[in-house]
């Protein structure tokens, strides 16, 4: 599976911005789409996920209801809505596939095993 991101970019604070991640190769076999984020210096953490069989989302508490994941399945194409923006949300943000079942929450990222490069976002 390939992941690409795109949409990221620098913003004020308050603003908002909408990332993409389009995959490709085996993305059928994937149950789990998420976001995650990651600071230099700090762990990389998961913002939000779906599941793509029933739809299930989780948010990071930091972004909930601000950031909205959706997926357009027939696009192979996962978005990220950002709204109101903070300056605590810049980072590095990676989308990730999983082909594993998870029992547990979606948002840990060692349950991910596809990875894209990641888009940067700043908010300053």
């Known amino acids: 599976v390939q992941l690409v991101e795109s949409g990221g970019g620098s913003v004020q604070p308050g603003e908002s911005l909408r990332l993409s991640c389009t995959a490709s190769?085996?993305?059928?076999?994937?149950?789990?789409m998420g976001w995650f984020r990651q600071v230099l210096g700090k762990e990389r953490e998961g913002v939000a996920a779906?599941?793509?069989?029933?739809?299930?989302?989780e948010y990071a508490v930091s972004v909930k209801g601000r950031f909205t994941i959706s997926s357009d399945y027939a696009e192979n194409t996962v978005y990220l809505q950002m709204n109101s923006l903070k300056p605590e949300d810049t980072a590095m943000y990676y989308c990730?596939?999983?082909?594993?079942?998870?029992?547990?929450?979606?948002?840990?990222?060692?349950?991910?095993?596809?990875w894209g490069q990641g888009t940067q976002v700043t908010v300053s």
């Open positions: 190769g085996s993305y059928y076999d994937t149950n789990y």
């Open positions: 779906i599941y793509k069989g029933a739809g299930n989302t």
């Open positions: 990730a596939a999983s082909s594993r079942v998870i029992g547990g929450t979606i948002l840990e990222p060692t349950v991910y095993n596809y």
